[in-house]
Structures are given as C-alpha cells and as structure tokens.
C-alpha cells in the first residue's frame, strides 16, 4: 500500500478500533447490514475451484448442500470459475431451495464494457443458475472499463427489471471505489470483493476504512489463506484448542469479528464445511485477537 494521507490515516484509525473489540462488542451474525438496509448472510460459500475435478461432483455438490443446512447461505460463482461450470454446479445444488440462499455471480470485464455485453453475460449466468434473478451480480475486477458509467446504469436496469435484487464490484482499490462514486448512482454499489485474510491485511490500511465509512460491507475472498500455510499456524491453532474448534473457524471469526466483513471460504469437502460453519457461534476474546494480531 502507498503511503497514507492524513484523512486515510484517522480512517484506518477508526477501522482498526473496529475490528479490534472483546468478544461483548462483537455483532449478532443473523447478517451483515448492506448500505440500502437489506441484510446479507454473514458467512458465505466459493466457488472459484469447484466443478474442475478437484473433487467428484456429488461430494462437491454435497459440501454446498451441507454449508446452506449449517447457514452458510450465501453462494459465491461467477461466469469465469470454470468457465460456466462452477455456476452450473451450484444450479444443481440450488434446485428447490432457490429461496434459502442468497446467489452472487460476476460480470468479467471485457463483456462489461457495454450495456449489451452485460446483459448477455447475466442472462447466461443466470441460464447456468437455473434460475431468474441474482440476489448479488459484481463487476469481478476494472480491467479494462473505462466508463463505470455503462456498469452502474446497465446494473441499475437489470435490478428494475427484476434480474438482480443488488450490485457491487470485485477487486477494486479506493481510487477505483471514488471513481465509482463519482458516477451517478455509483453509491448504490452494495459490497466490494477483495482478498483479504490473517496473513494479507493490506486492505486495513485503506480501502476497509473507506467501506466502513461508507456502511459498505467487504466480501472476503480467501479467507483462510491462498495456500495451506495460514491454518498450520501455531498461535491460530492455540487460541481454535482454546475454543475446541479447528484453525478454520478461528480465522473466519477473526475476518467476521467486527460485522463488516463476509468471508466466503471454499471448500469440497463436507466435513470442511462443517469446521468452518463453526464460525458462526463463535466469539473471539480481546486476547484472542491480540494474539493473532502478535502472530501475524
């Protein structure tokens, strides 16, 4: 990250003292409030590695079915995992419980520099999905797109139609977020998803702070790490025996801790899915944190 302004610094700041609280301080996860007023799932499911063989289909498909009986209600794709068939897996999955589940998908960026592009890519999304409206459609990253102006209108149309209920944006900076909001109606933009996990925290010293003041919730991606390192770590593994819970639970209640992140862990695995469900009921303590925060 560059270095910061003043105005960034007392950002950050705030953002810190927010995401630093004892187990009291932290917020009920019945849901994470978005900037209109609805409530999204506090802790999500991805999909960016399934349906590619990494693991048979059923089990793949099991694993999601379980996550949504444990809560874990909210379920990540997008036209580019897979090509399509991360989007097609969960349709399968979704069949006769659309209702129960909140559904983001993404736009890639060289169909998003039209309206009609945009259009055709939601509406073969929503083909794969097997069903008639998103709950959440993001723009996956700016590449690109020049003129936001085309996105937020061509979104803000899909939502009127009824096509998609939010919209937001993937993998953007805060020089990317203030040019949005420069835009007409960029402000309705509900959620920005980044990485963000333990052992890579760059967006706490600005773009956390700039959505927290702007009551826009954060989407974490990988959560529990880009490789297997994160969970093998001692203090993380202390402070889950502490609580009996598995290392996964630990570092999604830590993003989870202040109410204004979603991590969306990915997992095959039913049993996986299981441990990181745990997140849900737990609290982490001021020492806790502390911990972490010395460890990592």
């Given at each position: 990250?560059?270095?910061?302004?003043r105005r960034q610094f007392?950002?950050?700041?705030a953002?810190?003292?927010?995401l630093?609280g004892r187990?009291?301080?932290q917020?009920?996860?019945?849901g994470?409030?978005?900037?209109?007023?609805s409530?999204?799932?506090a802790l999500?499911?991805?999909?960016?590695?399934l349906?590619?063989g990494?693991?048979?289909?059923?089990e793949e498909e099991n694993?999601?079915?379980?996550?949504i009986a444990?809560?874990?209600?909210?379920l990540?794709t997008?036209?580019m995992?897979?090509?399509g068939?991360?989007?097609?897996?969960?349709?399968?999955?979704?069949?006769?419980q659309?209702?129960?589940v909140?559904?983001?998908?993404?736009?890639?960026?060289?169909?998003a520099?039209?309206?009609?592009?945009?259009?055709?890519?939601?509406?073969?999304?929503?083909?794969?999905?097997?069903?008639?409206?998103?709950?959440?459609?993001?723009?996956?990253?700016?590449?690109?797109?020049?003129?936001?102006?085309?996105?937020?209108?061509?979104f803000?149309?899909?939502?009127?139609?009824?096509?998609?209920?939010?919209?937001?944006?993937s993998?953007?900076?805060?020089?990317?977020?203030?040019?949005?909001?420069?835009?007409?109606?960029?402000?309705?933009?509900?959620t920005n998803?980044?990485?963000?996990?333990l052992t890579?925290?760059?967006?706490?010293?600005?773009?956390?702070?700039?959505?927290?003041?702007h009551?826009?919730?954060i989407?974490?991606y990988?959560?529990?790490g880009?490789?297997?390192?994160?969970?093998?770590?001692?203090?993380?593994r202390?402070?889950?025996?502490?609580?009996q819970?598995?290392?996964?639970?630990?570092?999604?209640?830590?993003?989870?801790r202040?109410?204004h992140?979603?991590p969306?862990?990915?997992s095959?695995?039913?049993?996986?899915v299981?441990?990181?469900?745990?997140?849900l009921s737990?609290?982490?303590?001021?020492?806790?944190v502390?911990?972490?925060?010395?460890?990592?």
């Amino acid at each position: 990250m560059a270095s910061l302004t003043r105005r960034q610094f007392c950002l950050a700041g705030a953002a810190i003292s927010l995401l630093g609280g004892r187990a009291m301080a932290q917020p009920e996860r019945s849901g994470v409030p978005l900037p209109d007023g609805s409530k999204a799932p506090a802790l999500g499911q991805g999909s960016w590695h399934l349906a590619q063989g990494r693991h048979p289909a059923e089990e793949e498909e099991n694993a999601l079915r379980t996550g949504i009986a444990l809560g874990m209600t909210l379920l990540d794709t997008a036209e580019m995992y897979g090509n399509g068939s991360a989007e097609r897996l969960i349709g399968r999955v979704i069949a006769g419980q659309r209702d129960k589940v909140f559904l983001v998908s993404k736009v890639l960026p060289y169909h998003a520099t039209t309206a009609d592009g945009i259009r055709q890519a939601c509406q073969a999304s929503l083909a794969r999905l097997g069903t008639h409206y998103l709950d959440l459609y993001l723009l996956h990253w700016r590449g690109g797109v020049s003129d936001l102006g085309v996105v937020v209108n061509t979104f803000e149309s899909l939502r009127s139609e009824g096509r998609i209920r939010h919209w937001g944006v993937s993998n953007f900076d805060v020089g990317d977020m203030e040019d949005l909001f420069r835009v007409p109606g960029g402000n309705a933009c509900a959620t920005n998803q980044v990485l963000y996990n333990l052992t890579q925290k760059g967006i706490e010293g600005d773009l956390l702070p700039w959505c927290v003041q702007h009551k826009m919730p954060i989407m974490a991606y990988s959560p529990l790490g880009m490789t297997g390192g994160l969970l093998g770590n001692t203090t993380l593994r202390q402070v889950a025996a502490r609580h009996q819970v598995g290392p996964a639970a630990v570092a999604l209640a830590w993003t989870m801790r202040s109410g204004h992140v979603i991590p969306i862990p990915e997992s095959g695995s039913p049993d996986h899915v299981k441990e990181n469900a745990l997140a849900l009921s737990l609290r982490l303590t001021e020492q806790d944190v502390n911990e972490l925060a010395q460890a990592f």
